[in-house]
């Protein structure tokens, strides 16, 4: 057997190469965005011609899977948590649907917000969807579900949580409830969903069992739960649940037999609510509700430990002159130069908000320029300013970069172009989509035309280059756009100071090539 | 055999190829291993750490419990500070002097080296200047690596065919320029202290 060395975004990409797929679809969000480079960067994947490319958006890269999973080959959708919202409409109705070959939604959730706008558990959308999930505890399972996911979803037909599986319903809801039954079997026999009773949680006879506690724990809770039995010898039946629906039979088992049930999972209280209910006032379920672990935030050892009463020692404090140290701007990066300029023009407006979007540009929020003041989701800058401009505000101005404008700002200009709204629409073109490392931009080399193509007037159509040399010019360019009464689209454009050095390597190389 | 470690430092300075060769190392050595993503913005200038544990035995939580933590190694210094709870108490801090100084508030230096000294069990080395002076100004990390390296039970042989394995892409000249690296930091890190460990 191989031995690698993978993070759990790669043990997923390796499962789902090895498990048969034959291609991947993505739209670039963290912690999901390595899952799609691995495959970008595999041998097998690029002998075997898996397809690869990144995909506009999360709506347009689920229904590609969902169409390669028609055609009868294995095919995986992969984003992060809130790009599930974005693609939520395909999800769900990929259930009614059906699947042909085995397909698999990868969804990485990211509690604690470490680089998100919230910490939503899309447990919630597998159950929504009413399809299998599947929530790895290990790198080790994150490889096996991803493997077995396609074979599963084409015997249920199925999507999972870190790695979320779709289903074959027979095109009616019917055939999807009929299912239900079938789901809920497997879960109950999954050998992701394991009661130790009599066993200690290394699979040795347990020395006594304590039946005053019951505890749940699922996916990576079960890791932290283990963490405070060096031994493994925890003395209260342990159930541990990796596969949804839940596993009812033995969740009636443990909570029946216990005294009390202790609730262990990361994200959201997803198991917790739906086994207490809003009428049971009982001191029986203990979890995030009760606040034996904090209601917000990533579930860590420390919160599992104060929840079995053990002591928990921190003896060294952080020192009170260690500052905050929030991420900023690159040095040299084009967004300061469209910041400085946009901030010097918005002045001559008095105290008028600029409303932004999701990427690197959204750091223009922090000081030292404050320059924008709002941030909800992909593409919402555009359509907020039309919003706010319908409403008497002037100037209305959206800043969004190259790649979320073809992400979600399109269909958003086209609704400023067809009422020739008021909104100055700053699109800041480094090229990439920088974030998240710099993927490829589905915008670059084609902005213009995408604009032209909506019907922005092209004499409204400014391109500019944010470099301080240019600061006049470009004041001068946004003073004027900002006052026009209508549609106006400014695109200042330079390459993210990150990628130019890896580009330009790459022209040197097609250069000699050509040679 | 156990070590947990906490990798810490400012976006962009390469903590991730300090997890990756300890890592390579491991494997090698058929140690368990994990490592918990980095936390903090993708993007550079902002605090990131990673937690990596190692052992001979079975490992489980991906994330180290507050308190255990028997190293932190961090590629700044005003970094190595924030992650101080995850300090066990006979645990090593091990620290770049070379502040990364972008945010307006950064506190005075000598305090800064005040606090680490503090600390019973600590190393504190200008990793850059080291790196600079074996001509390779940019393995700065290799040097933190090198010198926190006394502390890791694993042979120097094998940590420095993980830098071979992690850096060989980018071809030998930049494997030599790293291992030189390595080799400074440790250097400096087995006169710095009498650790006693090979």
Known sequence: MEKLLLLGAEAIAQGAIDGGMSGVYAYPGTPSTEITEYIQNNKTAIEKNIHR????NEKTAVEAALGMSYAGKRAMACMKHVGLNVAADAFINSAITGVNGGLVFAVADDPSMHSSQNEQDSRFFGKFAMIPILEP??????YDMAYEGFELSEKLGVPIQFVLLPFNARKRYKGLLDKQVLMEEEAENSKYNIYYEELNLSGEAKLKTDKSFGIIACGIAYNYLM????????PYPVLKIGQYPMPYKKIEKIVNECEKVLLLEDGYPFVEEQLRGFLDKSKKIKGRLDKTIPRAGELNPDHVAKALGKDVKAELKIPSLVANRPPELCSGCAHRD?????????????????????????????????????CVDMG???????????????????????????????TALLDCVYEDTP????????STTAMTGGQASHATGRLEEICIGIGVKPEHLKVLTPLPKYHEEMVKVLREELVYEGVSVIIPRRECIQTVPKSKKEKRIKTEEVV | MKADIILSGVGGQGILSIAATIGMAALENDLHLKQAEVHGMSQRGGAVQSHLR???????SDLIPLGKADLIISVEPMESLRYLPYLSESGWLVTNTTPFINIPDYPDMNELLLEIEKLPHHIAINADEIARKVKSPRSSNMVMLGAASPFLDITYESLERGIQKIFGRKGEKIVKLNIEAFEAGRDFAIAYTPVGSS
């Open chain 1, 53 to 56: 490319n990144w995909s506009a």
């Open chain 1, 227 to 234: 963490e405070n039995y060096p031994n493994r010898d925890c």
């Open chain 1, 137 to 142: 505890s290990t790198q080790q399972e994150a």
């Open chain 1, 423 to 430: 909104v100055t629409i700053i699109i800041a073109d480094n």
């Open chain 1, 338 to 374: 469209v910041y400085n300029a946009l901030n010097e023009t918005m002045r001559e407006h008095g105290k008028q908000k600029v409303f932004s979007d999701i990427g690197c540009y959204t750091l223009g929020a922090l000081p030292p320029w404050n320059a924008i003041h709002s």
């Open chain 1, 380 to 410: 919402a800058s555009i359509t907020m300013a039309k919003g706010a401009a319908d409403a008497g505000v002037r100037p209305s101005v959206a800043v969004i970069g190259d790649s979320t404008f073809t992400h979600s700002g399109m």
């Open chain 2, 54 to 60: 190692i052992s001979e035995k079975e490992i489980a």
